[in-house]
Nanobody, 116 residues
């Protein structure tokens, strides 16, 4: 059984920063990609950023240049550094992990609220 545990969400003023973490644990697995999605209030879940096994990163247009995704392979952990936060970044942020066996896992979500 694989678990993803997220941390680092909270309330911040516009222009501020937050850092999210997501640690994977459980039975033996080999990670392919790890990344982040978010679900704003009343909207569908959307892609934010991801990092591949080889270290390539991808970002959605709204966060590019403000957010940075990184991973620590030794700790099976992915991070999301969020700078210059805007009220429209308010959402529940979910961690997603895809294994080399093409299995998909999601975290429980962490709330990020940006006040204007």
């Amino acid at each position: 059984q694989v678990q993803l545990v997220e941390s680092g969400g909270g309330l911040v003023q516009a222009g501020g920063s937050l850092r999210l973490s997501c640690a994977a644990s459980g039975s033996s697995f080999s990670i392919n990609a790890m990344g982040w999605y978010r679900q704003p209030p009343g909207k569908q879940r959307e892609f934010v950023a991801t990092t591949t096994r080889e270290g390539t990163t991808y970002y959605s247009v709204p966060v590019k240049g403000r957010f940075t995704v990184s991973r620590d392979n030794a700790k099976n952990t992915v991070y999301l550094q969020m700078n210059s936060l805007k009220p429209e970044d308010t959402a529940v942020y979910y961690c997603r992990m895809t294994t080399t066996g093409l299995r998909d896992y999601w975290g429980q979500g962490t709330q990020v609220t940006v006040s204007s």
